[in-house]
């Protein structure tokens, strides 16, 4: 495939002048026209003659050309290096031989550009690290999604359009929704396109790696200097102002701190503070960028363009579909060779999929076919999604983002709706209480991306958990240290939402070897104030294997979510003047098993 004639002479112009740093343009030397004449210095010239001929004789004329042009130079104490290149030149063609008697350079394009910008260098060493903040690459080819913009969708093959022709797009996506997979993949097909056409250099840059970075030079510096291509970081400089590159940025809510809940101007010029160096690269790129992070970073999308330097007119804002469609997840199981059905109960992040893709084909039949997968699955993915929050800076212990959501999750049980939203006071507060101290402004930044929290609106830096199967997960991990650790506390909080149906399973899989422990801790309820909390137990205890005896429990005023206690066996035990939102007793047999003055929804 060839590029136009005028592409392939702007392409040579455009590296000409990265290699040298001098502007590159035709001109008339005793009478001879050449496509690109340097003059780097007074006495010192650099020709460099352009073709797609494949006649050999009149390639043989344009080499002549460049000689005379030489001689006439040298008449004039001028010396001048030549260069020939060919859009098409075999490796053992015989006019290569003519040239190097005659101390002309002569390559093909691909050559060419490799002398003048090793780009090749470059994508080689990049495709080696990691796009975002996961170091596990995926393996698996790009699932095809579509990407929602305001009055349409977008594919892959869109943003490459966009890209080339100087649109910018901005991607928004919660965590695990495949932001950094679709840079990756971006960087792969302009690549391609480049290896083809050689009119543009993608560049991925993982902001969270240039924290602090304040200007554009220092942006592409630190990620060069990362890679071991010091030498290419003038050239960059040069390509940029040459209409060359098209930047790739990844987690613009991950490249610097802020104060949070502070005034309002304060918090939006800490923004503007950290993003200066991405507002520098926006106005010194010809080409299209493309950026992308998560939602909730940005009060607005006023502020969002402002901080970005993006005009909204000439940008394209889309966001990742929370999860793969059935479609998407068939395609992707078929990749990795799973023949099992995807578990209903397991959401269809594409992050999660990488995990999935990760284990084995033996672990995975352990986690998605056995008795206990569900909730083993759902401990190892959120230690997965947690502490790859925590790699991201020092700022929080490890450990402490798990602990900050399950705290938040506690929270939950006494808001109106789970899915309501964390005032700043109260994501601070989590922190607090789980670390020990209050938090600092690098900690803060960290709280602002808590995964599986989602900005409440436009208008407020207020959050909410935006996936009840997160809150599902967390509320289980809070009965199960509670169970673990007898802990009382939450004996005197006011909650108002029962655990669900999920929530109570999972606590009773991690604690079916604590009985006795959720057996005496419902003791100690009697005179609770909460009164959810010893409904929660229970509706665990009732969930544990092998345990069918209640030794005369008797227990009142509480509400249960699904109660399913079907097939099992149940003595000694009396619930009163509760709630139920379900209760399934479809061949339970019962001894000493009562419930008295109850409501039951549905039975």
Same mark, same amino acid.
């Given at each position: ?48 003659? &352009? ?77 080696? +690290?990691?796009?975002? $903040? ?24 869109? @943003? ?8 910018? &797009? ?60 010091? %030498? ?19 987690? @613009? ?76 997840? $068939? ?109 600092? =402004? ?56 029962? %655990? ?13 070897? $604590?009985?006795?422990? &959720? ?9 609770? +104030? ?30 249960? =979510? ?12 009396? &619930?009163?003047? =509760? ?25």
């Amino acid at each position: 495939m060839t590029t136009s004639w005028k592409g392939l002479e702007d392409s040579v112009l455009s590296l000409a002048h990265a290699k040298w740093g001098i502007p590159a343009r035709p001109e008339t030397i005793n009478g001879i026209n050449h496509d690109c004449v340097i003059k780097y210095k007074k006495d010192f010239w650099i020709i460099i003659e &352009i073709t797609k001929e494949k006649n050999l004789d009149k390639l043989r004329g344009d080499v002549n050309r460049l000689s005379l042009s030489r001689q006439y130079l040298f008449s004039k104490h001028i010396y001048s290096e030549c260069y020939f290149i060919c859009e098409n030149l075999s490796p053992i063609s015989s006019l290569r031989t003519s040239c190097q008697g005659l101390n002309i350079n002569i390559a093909s394009i691909e050559e060419f550009s490799t002398e003048l910008y090793d780009y090749e260098m470059y994508k080689n060493r990049r495709i080696e +690290k990691n796009f975002g $903040s996961d170091p596990n690459k995926d393996t698996v080819k790009y699932v095809h999604v579509k990407y929602e913009g305001e009055n349409q969708f977008y594919s892959i093959s869109d @943003f490459c359009r966009s890209l080339t022709t100087g649109r910018n &797009i901005i991607l928004l996506g919660d965590f695990g929704t495949g932001k950094s997979r679709c840079i990756r993949e971006l960087f792969n097909i302009l690549n391609d396109i480049n290896s083809t056409k050689l009119k543009f250099y993608p560049i991925a840059i993982n902001l969270r790696d240039v924290w602090g970075a304040r200007t554009y030079e220092d942006i592409v510096s630190i990620h060069l200097r990362a890679l071991g291509l010091s %030498a290419l970081i003038d050239p960059t400089f040069r390509l940029t102002e040459e209409n060359n590159l098209i930047f790739l940025l990844d987690g @613009f809510d991950e490249i610097g701190t802020q104060s949070w809940g502070a005034d309002s101007s304060e918090v939006k010029a800490a923004k503007m503070a950290s993003l200066a160096g991405v507002r520098d690269i926006a106005t010194k790129k010809k080409k299209g960028l493309f950026i992308v992070g998560r939602e909730h970073y940005f009060d607005n999308d006023d502020e969002m363009f402002e901080c970005l330097g993006l005009a909204p007119n000439q940008t394209t804002v889309c966001k990742c579909p929370d999860e793969f469609s059935e479609d998407e997840i $068939s395609a992707y199981l078929s990749q990795i060779g799973i023949e099992i059905a995807y578990p209903k109960w397991l959401p269809k992040k594409p992050l999660l999929c990488e995990y999935i893709n990760s284990l084995g084909s033996k672990k995975i039949q352990t986690l998605l076919m056995g008795d206990d997968g569900e909730p083993e699955f759902w401990s190892h993915f959120i230690d997965k999604i947690t502490d790859r929050d925590s790699e991201i800076s020092t700022a929080l212990p490890r450990g402490s983002i798990k602990k900050v959501l399950i705290e938040l999750a506690r929270m939950v049980r006494s808001k109106t709706d789970q899915m309501d939203p964390f005032s700043v006071y109260e994501i601070k507060q989590a922190f607090q209480k789980c670390v020990g101290r209050t938090a600092t =402004s690098d900690s803060e930044i960290m709280l602002q991306r808590l995964p599986g929290l989602g900005r409440f609106d436009s208008q407020s830096d207020e959050r909410k958990f935006v996936d009840r199967y997160l809150i599902d997960g967390l509320i289980s991990e809070d009965i199960t240290r509670i169970i673990k650790e007898a802990d009382t506390s939450c004996f005197s909080e006011d909650w108002i939402n029962e %655990a669900s149906k999920k929530s109570v399973y999972y606590a009773a899989k991690f604690s079916n070897n $604590s009985q006795q422990a &959720i057996y005496s801790l419902i003791k100690k309820t009697e005179n609770s +104030k909460n009164t959810i909390i010893k409904g929660d137990l229970l509706h665990t205890l009732l969930c544990c294997d092998n345990n069918d005896d209640f030794k005369g429990l008797e227990i009142s005023d509480t509400c249960f =979510s699904k109660v399913d206690v079907s097939n099992k066996k149940i003595s000694n035990l009396i &619930i009163r003047n =509760s709630l139920f939102e379900e209760l399934n007793i479809l061949k339970t047999t019962s001894c000493g098993f009562c419930i008295r003055d109850s409501i039951i929804n549905k039975i």
